[in-house]
């Protein structure tokens, strides 16, 4: 029972990853594979926040989400705004441009000293089905629950929402029933860099440190969620990161050969071969 | 291709004789390490920026011919030649299984799965110690053979080039042959490449093949170079960003500017000591800035200064020069023409479906040898669809085609264009980065006698073939009095100008079929008249059989012999021009209702 459980909260913050992916798809046709590394990166802000001038947690988050959606905002203007036209290849070596950016701040800044973050809450926590989760896992899974209801509910209900599904299903058509480009363009960007945020923040406590890199486990988990999911369902990035969460506990759980260490990693190569060769629709999408 | 041996051989004999003094054994040691990331280099490129497929696990490929090597030469007590060809094998064999499931499919997938492969090199089996020997790592002796061994790295500094040398003229073969226009039309355009007869998979298979085995040489190499590698190695994610990085800003396709960038970016940090840290941030912004202001890169930049484009002239007259009557290649198959009147194409009952929408519905015509067949209907009527269908770009629901007899439902599209259906797109159906020679080039693909391996080393059969290809471009270039505009890209003619190019491309293989997709989209209207001449020389002139989607009604009943009109996925009329254009039915679903006189 514990692999499943303990699954299910890694999955649901993959799954804000596979959610942040799924929607610059859809809206863009790129695939961001910054999505993990810009939440990474404002990570330290949260440091800085809490460690250097004593605030609480929360300021320190609120720091980092909006640092991310600087991020975002500034690299659809500068970036993808520039490159409407250009072919979907180069727009993602150019995200591959912001993940490298990243790393390379992380390093220049951040490198040779251990930073250790105090998790949001310090005890606490209730046993289910057997199994202990501390307050820091039961924040995640509300924190996942509230976002991803919230997301699901702006596009579906408000006007601006609608547009940004119209747009990423045919962004000719939506853009002469008036849908403003430029605007949804920024709002999935910025989206996306406040998803990267919250999805580091939540998966931290579990990883302990922060250090260049050390969260590119979650992107991996991300980018594969996303992939089950079909890269261009909302719903299928969510069940996707359920999958891959719980999978990736099962193995860690069950299947340790001593030889080969992180087999876990391996495990998501064979699921996303596996989904190319059976089903490279993912598990909700449509084939086209 | 002379000067660049020319500097090759030289150059290698320059730093052996004239400078052993200059350059100390650690200095050596660097450059050769330099070229190892210059080779890999040119294997990224050749990956990304001829056939534009990403791979972020280019460093996994490198692990895999270094630890290759260092199997043969440590533990098997083989020859450093062996190793290299071990590492070589290994990793176009690692390629292929990596490559197959991601590169079936379109978009980036393989951007994904290399990824995860580069990960999975990096935290499992090189931390593994059955593979990589642990923190012991594995040597890479320099062995000649048996226990004779150079340690020299100015020695080693002469073999690095002359690998290099033997990458260099592998990849120029690449670029010069039916291989390197292939995949350049896949990076910009697959329905295109796949129209034009080439099997798309395949090729970005052997794009990724090729890739992995340079890059597996050049990670061999650079073992042998520093000695052993081991689980601390830098084959991890960030060494394939850095290469993502080099090959990108020094500007995709560009052989050179790959080779010296790695170079540079190994080397001069090297020389200067403390650089590394902040050379990747501005890295990083420089591959930002390139891509989203500069696609072409420093080399492009560079190109470009020095020869300004010539200034564009806008005149399009409209007058079309003739379609020529091109030379009839001998095909493959040689299949006797069937007699005038007798069915070419048959479609029998085709449904088309796109989710919800039915967007060809049970549609049923017939193209006779020696006629030009309309294709009319409003927009969305699914006339494009259909289209798609016959030439094999969707798959149908239900239904037959038959072309000369048989059954081609079931074939891939570039099988059918090899059976001799060529097509136009509405989009202009060409290959518009490349110039107009290298369209024609591109066009005469399924003519090759030589198969990929002959064309990498140019054998006779190759060279021979590409000769030929040239001066029936050169012919048809001629012909359409385009001499001067040659080598200028696709995209910088006039609309009139690129459909003759097309129409005129696909012809070089002379196929039975033509299907032309709104042949006058884009044209001034003087030169859509001259359109029509254009048509009835196809049929009459040159004797091929035509399938033609139009909107400009006059032009088809023009020159058309039989009319299908399409609407909502239906055939709702067909007869002879004349019918048609008196039929109500046809009338009402043009004009909405029709006026009751």
């Known amino acids: ?288 | 291709m002379l000067t660049a041996a020319a500097l090759f051989i030289a150059l290698p004999l320059a730093t052996e004789h004239a400078m052993p003094k200059l350059l100390e054994q650690h200095h050596y040691l660097n450059l050769d390490v330099g070229i190892a990331i210059a080779i890999a280099a040119v294997s990224l490129n050749l990956l990304l920026g001829y056939a534009g497929q990403i791979s972020l696990g280019h460093a996994a490929l490198l692990a895999a011919g270094a630890f290759a090597s260092g199997i043969v030469t440590s533990r098997w007590h083989g020859s450093m030649v062996l190793g290299l060809l071990f590492a070589v094998v290994t990793t176009a064999a690692l390629s292929l299984i990596v490559g197959l499931p991601a590169l079936r499919l379109r978009g980036l997938y393989l951007a994904i799965v290399t990824l995860e492969f580069g990960l999975v090199m990096q935290y499992s089996v090189l931390r593994s110690t059955v593979f990589s020997g642990g923190s012991a790592g594995i040597a890479l002796p320099r062995r000649v053979w048996g226990n004779r061994f150079f340690t020299d790295n100015a020695v080693y500094l002469v073999i690095s080039l002359l690998l290099l040398l033997v990458v260099w003229f592998l990849d120029v073969n690449v670029v010069r042959t039916r291989i390197g226009r292939a995949f350049r039309t896949i990076r910009e355009n697959e329905s295109v490449a796949q129209a034009f007869g080439i099997p798309v998979t395949r090729y970005k298979l052997l794009a990724f093949v090729l890739s992995g085995a340079m890059a597996g040489l050049a990670g061999a190499m650079y073992g042998h170079a520093i000695g052993f590698v081991n689980n601390e190695s830098p084959f991890n994610f960030n060494q394939s960003l850095q290469l993502i990085i080099i090959v990108v800003v020094a500007g995709l396709g560009h052989r050179l500017a790959a080779i010296l960038a790695g170079l540079v970016y190994w080397v001069f940090p090297s020389f200067i000591s403390g650089l590394h840290q902040w050379a990747y941030i501005i890295g990083a912004l420089a591959l930002m800035d390139v891509v989203s202001r500069h696609p072409e890169g420093l080399a492009g930049v560079w190109e470009r200064r020095r020869r300004p484009k010539p200034a564009d002239d806008d005149d399009d007259d409209g007058e079309l020069p003739a379609l020529p009557q091109l030379p009839a290649p001998v095909r493959a198959v040689q299949a006797e023409s069937l007699p005038p009147g007798s069915p070419l194409l048959e479609v029998d009952g085709v449904s088309v479906r796109f989710g919800g929408l039915q967007a060809v519905d049970g549609v049923q015509l017939t193209v006779p040898t020696g006629t030009i067949v309309g294709l009319i209907g409003p927009n969305g009527a699914g006339k494009s669809t259909l289209f798609n269908a016959i030439s094999g770009l969707v798959r149908t629901e239900s239904g037959r085609i038959r072309f000369r007899g048989r059954e081609i439902q079931g074939l891939r599209c570039d099988q059918r264009a090899r059976l001799g259906i060529a097509r136009s797109f509405q989009q202009v159906g060409l290959a518009k980065d490349l110039s107009i020679r290298d369209n024609f080039l591109l066009a005469q693909h399924q003519l090759a006698g030589y198969s990929d391996g002959e064309a990498l080393l140019m054998l006779p059969r190759a060279s021979r073939d590409e000769e030929t290809f040239r001066t029936r471009a050169d012919k048809a270039i001629a012909a359409l009095g385009f001499d001067e505009l040659a080598n200028m890209p696709v995209r910088n003619l006039s609309g009139g100008q690129q459909r003759i190019v097309e129409i005129a491309c696909l012809l070089v293989t002379a196929p039975d079929l033509v299907m032309l997709d709104e042949p006058s989209a884009g044209m001034a209207p003087a030169a859509a008249e001259n359109l029509a001449a254009r048509l009835r020389d196809l049929r009459d002139v040159l004797g091929r059989t035509v399938l033609l989607i139009e909107h400009n009604v006059p032009l088809v009943l023009d020159t058309c012999d039989y009319v299908y009109v399409l609407d909502a996925g239906r055939l709702i009329a067909e007869g002879e021009p004349h019918e048609i254009a008196s039929n109500p039915q046809v009338i009402d679903a043009y004009f909405g209702a029709a006026v009751p006189a």
Not at chain 1, 90 to 114: D, K, N, R, W
Not at chain 1, 159 to 167: C, N, R, T
Not at chain 1, 227 to 250: K, Y
């Open chain 1, 1 to 288: 029972m514990q692999p499943i459980v303990l699954g299910v909260i890694a999955g649901s913050i993959y799954a804000l990853i596979a959610l942040g992916i799924t929607l610059v798809y859809k809206a863009s046709r790129v695939l961001n594979f910054a999505q993990a590394e810009v939440g990474t990166l404002t990570l330290y802000a949260t440091w800085w926040v809490t460690q250097r001038q004593h605030q609480s947690w929360w300021v320190g988050a609120i720091a980092s989400i909006a640092a991310a959606i600087a991020i975002g905002l500034v690299f659809e203007r500068l970036v993808i705004r520039r490159m409407l036209t250009a072919p979907r290849v180069t727009v993602a070596v150019a995200t591959i441009g912001l993940f490298s950016l990243m790393i390379a701040v992380e390093l220049a800044l951040f490198a040779g000293t251990i930073y250790i973050l105090p998790p949001p809450i310090s005890h606490g926590g209730v046993s289910i089905a057997g199994v202990y989760v501390n307050a820091n896992q039961w924040l995640a899974l509300g924190v996942v629950a509230v976002v991803a209801a919230a997301l699901a509910a702006f596009l579906r209900y408000t006007d601006f929402g609608l547009a940004v599904l119209a747009s990423a299903d045919d962004p000719v058509a939506a853009q002469l029933m008036g849908a403003p480009r430029g605007r949804i363009s920024a709002f999935t960007w910025a989206t996306a860099g406040a998803l990267s945020a919250i999805a580091v923040l939540l998966i931290e406590p579990t990883v302990g440190v922060l250090a260049p890199g050390a969260f590119n486990g979650l992107f991996l988990g991300g980018l594969t969620a996303a992939l089950v999911g079909g890269l261009s369902s909302l719903p299928g990035a969510f069940v996707g990161g359920l999958v891959v969460g719980i999978a990736e506990a099962e193995v860690k759980a069950h299947l340790v050969i001593q030889s080969i260490p992180s087999f876990q990693v391996t495990a998501m190569l064979i699921i996303v071969l596996l989904v190319l060769l059976l089903r490279p629709q993912g598990l909700l999408g449509s084939r086209s």
